[in-house]
């Protein structure tokens, strides 16, 4: 049976790896900071999968007043096309709901096509937006 619980600090290792072994992490990003900024942040969480123990899935959600956002869903490669990425999905939208959040966003890079393709068969839409950023260095 699989669980779904929020990480703690003591996460970080088995996430880190599980974003590695996703490729999700990018050398521009730290993702260890950005795993301990989560779980330190009352408006963020980081949801986790387990099944027997095991950590098979994660997603990063918050919430910042306006918008939710959704980082960092990675499956185990192993693990993948049984669900769990839907299932991970369906409980960052629980936790934005719980918190009445009216619209869910998330990035992905314009040339990963599997993982647009996963959201829209979701019933996510790909938005007319640019994405613009700065560094704090």
Request: hydrophobic content about 45%; some cysteine.
């Amino acid at each position: 049976m699989n669980r779904t619980r929020i990480a703690v600090a003591d996460d970080c290792d088995a996430v880190l790896s599980l974003w590695a072994a996703c490729a999700l992490t990018r050398p521009w990003n730290d993702a260890a900071a950005d795993f301990t900024r989560a779980v330190e942040n009352p408006a963020a969480d980081i949801l986790c999968l387990e099944k027997e123990g095991h950590l098979m899935a994660t997603v990063m959600v918050g919430y910042d007043g306006h918008r939710g956002w959704v980082y960092y869903l990675g499956v185990a490669p192993d693990s993948r096309m049984h669900g769990l990425g839907r299932e991970m999905m369906l409980a960052a939208e629980h936790w934005l709901r719980e918190r009445h959040a009216p619209k869910i966003q998330l990035m992905v890079r314009e040339d990963n096509e599997q993982a647009i393709g996963f959201y829209e068969a979701l019933g996510y839409e790909v938005q007319p937006v640019v994405t613009i950023g700065r560094r704090f260095e």
